[in-house]
């Protein structure tokens, strides 16, 4: 049974208020939509953050408004097709009709910026924004919708919907006059995901959502879209659509590109009257802790024991072991300088006295954090200084990070190239966004061209002051140097406020530090001092003295160092054809399909079973 309900606009507005930093008048609203369940044809503003992209007068993707100058959409939209090849129609409901449609509006795109880490491979990071032209005017059938914050929660069964011109059924177009569809689909929790696809297939920057017994998904034309959910008066866009297996098969929901993941990056290229976001809070429990298969990682649990004489509580926590250098949330392949998005270093630590940022480090063990000994020379006094762990920006607020006091502070007392260790007061809990380095300890080697990465807080992290991220390669260090505890890379423009942070590269799955950041006074030549960064611009060089000439002083301060994660599996994968979802592939190849279709080709991605 459809139930129809109409809104309160003065609920909604009065929600915004709380929610939505910014656009906090429009975001979210549809004003025309009075469905909750049900639905085949939307009707005409249903939808009004719904955009058509379009080459030729011709749909391959879709897309969501979320201000008046930016569109949301998905990475692998862009693959082949260039911004100035793009259109984007707003305001549309029938595409065969959209010439006569008055309310619709179209833009050019200026850029369309895709995530810095988004691989094709793996499906990771599929969203890209686009920018229009110029700004459109906001009307019942054109607003943008609100984004889910950081930190929000969809639970398995949570109710969404999803809208879009696909095909209706995977390789059916929809029929003229090409209305868009809607459909609606529960959340399927990541965990259960990661069972019917394969486990590792579906990362913390994805979701699914879909019915188990098939019949409503998401299809090639899709793309892009949004999927959205309605908490209070107001719809937050929840995922991007990106990709699955066929259309609609059971047990094969469609996955999503979960919008939570990417409030910073989206308020790093949106300056500016940036979208609103909403923190979507699930109720009740999460029922997708309880869902296990082969390869899963188990979650803790606690086991209550009672006898008939006395009642005993006993937490049996069953942990994952200790790893170091792994960052789930790091899919960084070169590209220069940038600022850096949450997790993507979850070592890094903020080393502060009187509340202000002094120098780097990074976590390399769960009590220690490893720093320059040139950042103490005001202070040895463990009292004076306080660690942040995963923190992002110094300027806004960070829901991931902790502050620790630090216990004592050990330095390396060799001629030169002094290193400092702090011993923190308590262990962090390890999250995504708080995790060990591993060091070298003159068990790793780091070859001429090895792509490296240095990371901290400097001037060009802008008014949030946000982590930045430096791009490097390891160079033959010639004749600055014929010490084999060496290592040179090129040129990065470091700072005071970067000493102590890592040189870092990444040998097979894990990240290794080979050296600390320290900045020298003398910049023209390798001359012997304290520093542990030596800058030799005549050769556009710059040494530095490796973690591993401080293994005895490491190993005798901290003692064990997490070991690295194990890249071996016994799991066995069988490998399922699949259907590829741009209409130009080989329609047997055994890969996943893209949700986008290839302009004059097929018109966009529909719903299935959106009755």
């Not at 423009?493 to 080979?514: D, F, H, R, Y």
């Not at 900045?519 to 030549?525: A, I, R, V």
């Amino acid at each position: 049974m459809t139930m129809l309900r109409t809104l309160s606009l003065a609920l909604v507005i009065g929600f915004l208020v709380k929610g939505c930093h910014s656009q906090l008048n429009v975001c979210g609203v549809a004003s025309l939509n009075t469905k909750i369940v049900g639905g085949q044809d939307a009707s005409p503003g249903s939808w009004p953050w719904q955009v058509s992209l379009q080459v030729s007068g011709s749909h391959f993707c879709g897309g969501s408004l979320i201000n008046s100058n930016w569109v949301l959409t998905a990475a692998h939209c862009f693959a082949s097709i260039t911004a100035p090849q793009a259109t984007v129609y707003l305001g549309d409901q029938s595409l065969s009709t959209q010439g006569s449609n008055p309310n619709v509006v179209t833009r050019s795109v200026l850029q369309a910026i895709k995530h810095p880490s988004y691989s094709s491979s793996t499906n990771d990071n599929d969203l890209a924004l686009l920018q229009l032209n110029s700004s459109v005017t906001f009307t019942p059938y054109i607003t943008p919708v609100c984004l889910a914050a950081a930190g929000s929660t969809f639970f398995n069964g949570t109710l969404t919907w999803v809208t879009g011109w696909g095909n209706t059924a995977s390789g059916v177009s929809l029929a003229s006059p090409k209305t868009l569809q809607e459909v609606q689909v529960p959340v399927v929790g990541n965990r259960k995901c990661n069972c019917l696809y394969g486990d590792g297939t579906i990362t913390d920057n994805m979701m699914c959502a879909g019915l188990l017994a098939g019949g409503k998904d998401s299809c090639q034309g899709d793309s892009g879209g949004p999927l959205v959910s309605k908490q209070g008066g107001v719809w937050v866009q929840a995922g991007i659509v990106s990709f699955g297996y066929s259309c609609a098969l059971p047990n094969y929901p469609g996955v999503y590109t979960r919008v939570s993941q990417y409030q910073d990056w989206v308020n790093q290229q949106i300056t500016s009257n940036q979208p609103g976001f909403v923190r979507f809070n699930s109720t009740g429990s999460d029922g997708d802790l309880s869902v296990s298969c082969t390869g899963l990682p188990t979650v803790a649990t606690n086991t209550t024991t009672t006898t008939t004489t006395i009642t005993t509580t006993v937490s049996t926590t069953t942990a994952s072991p200790v790893v170091c250098g792994s960052a789930k949330l790091n899919t960084v392949t070169g590209g220069g300088n940038s600022l850096a998005f949450a997790g993507v270093w979850p070592w890094m630590a903020s080393l502060q006295r009187s509340g202000t940022h002094v120098c780097g480090g990074t976590l390399v063990a769960e009590q220690f954090v490893l720093s320059s000994a040139d950042c103490f020379s005001s202070s040895t006094n463990a009292s004076d200084w306080t660690v942040i762990l995963g923190r992002l920006k110094h300027n806004s607020s960070n829901a991931n990070e902790v502050s620790i006091s630090v216990t004592k502070i050990s330095l390396s007392n060799g001629t030169a190239n002094n290193v400092a260790v702090l011993q923190l007061s308590r262990k962090p809990t390890l999250t995504n966004y708080i995790q060990p380095i591993c060091v070298d300890l003159g068990d790793n080697s780091f070859p001429v061209n090895t792509q490296c990465w240095a990371a901290g807080w400097g001037s060009g992290g802008g008014v949030e002051q946000t982590l930045q991220q430096f791009n490097t390669t390891i160079l033959n260090c010639g004749n600055a140097s014929s010490s084999n505890s060496s290592i040179c890379t090129g040129v990065m423009p470091l700072e005071q406020t970067n000493k102590g942070g890592p040189l870092m590269c990444k040998i097979g799955q894990s990240w290794v530090q080979a050296a600390v950041l320290t900045l020298s006074s003398n910049s023209g030549t390798n001359t012997s001092s304290s520093n542990s960064t030596k800058t030799v611009r005549a050769s556009n060089v710059q040494l530095f003295t490796k973690t591993s000439s401080f293994s005895g002083f490491l190993n005798a301060v901290v003692g064990t160092f997490p070991p690295k994660a194990s890249t071996t599996s016994t799991t066995t994968t069988t490998v399922k054809p699949v259907v590829c979802r741009d209409v130009d592939r080989d329609s047997t190849r055994n890969v996943l399909q893209w949700r986008g279709a290839i302009p004059m080709v097929v018109t966009g991605k529909y719903m299935n079973g959106a009755g």
